[in-house]
C-alpha cells in the first residue's frame, strides 16, 4: 500500500511539473515575442536565456549567441555556444565564433571559421574578413588569394564601411579590396614594392575619394621611400 501511495504521489508530482513547465514555456515564448515587438534587445536576450534553460535545443541557443554578437558583446556569445570546431555546427554558429573570435583578436582562431564559413557559401564580403586577417597574421599568398577573388566578384552596389574617423563613412567594396591589395603588395616586398602599392592605394582613392584610411596608409608607405642624398 505504501509503495502505491509513493508512485501515485510520483506520479502527481511528476505531471504537475509538466503542466507547470509547459506553462512557463508560453509565458517566455510570449514574452519572448513581445520583446521582439518592442525592439527590447534585452528583453529578447533575457525571453531566449529562459526559454533554452526550460527547453535545450541548438537552434535557440545559435540565436542568443548571434544577437550577443550583433550586440558586441563577444565573450557572452562565445559562452553561449562555445568555440570548439565541430562538423554539425550551423551557419549561425560558425559566425558567430569566426566574428567574435577577431573581435577578441584571437585572429589565428577566427580564421579557422572563415574558412569554414567561405567553404560552405563563398562569398565577397567573408573573403574581405578572410583577407585583411591573413594580411594581419602576415600571411601574404593567402591574403592575396581572397583579395583578389574580393576584388574579382564585387558589384558597383556593395559597399564597405570604415570607422576610424571620427566619422564613419562607406566606400564601394572593390575599393576597399583594393586597398588590401595595395597593403598586400607593400609587405611583400617594404622596399621594392613601394610605388607599386602606392600605386594600387590611389586607383582605390580615385574609385573612392573619401577612402580616408587608403589615402593615410598611401602617404605612410610613400614616407618609406628612402630620402634622396643632399650634395
Known sequence: MKKLVVILLLFITANTLAQTNQELLKHYEAYYKQM??????QGVINGLTHLA???????????LALIYMSEGMHVQALNTIGIENNAADSEIAIEVKAVSLKALNETERALVFFEKLFNR???VSVAYELAESY???????????????????????MGKTFYESQQPYQV??????????????FNQDKTANIDAAASILEE???????????????????NQKPKPKED
Open 135 to 157: 594580411l594581419q597574421t602576415n600571411q601574404l599568398e593567402k591574403a592575396k588569394t581572397y583579395a583578389d577573388y574580393g576584388a574579382e566578384n564585387s558589384t558597383d552596389k
Open 36 to 41: 521582439k515587438q518592442q525592439g527590447d534587445v
Open 204 to 222: 582605390a582613392i580615385k574609385l573612392a575619394p573619401n577612402f580616408n584610411l587608403a589615402r593615410l596608409s598611401k602617404n605612410a608607405i610613400l
Open 121 to 123: 557559401n563563398p562569398n
Open 53 to 63: 534553460v526550460l527547453e535545450p535545443n541548438q537552434a535557440r541557443k545559435d540565436t
Open 172 to 185: 564601394p567594396l572593390k575599393a576597399a579590396f583594393m586597398y588590401l591589395q595595395g597593403l598586400i603588395t
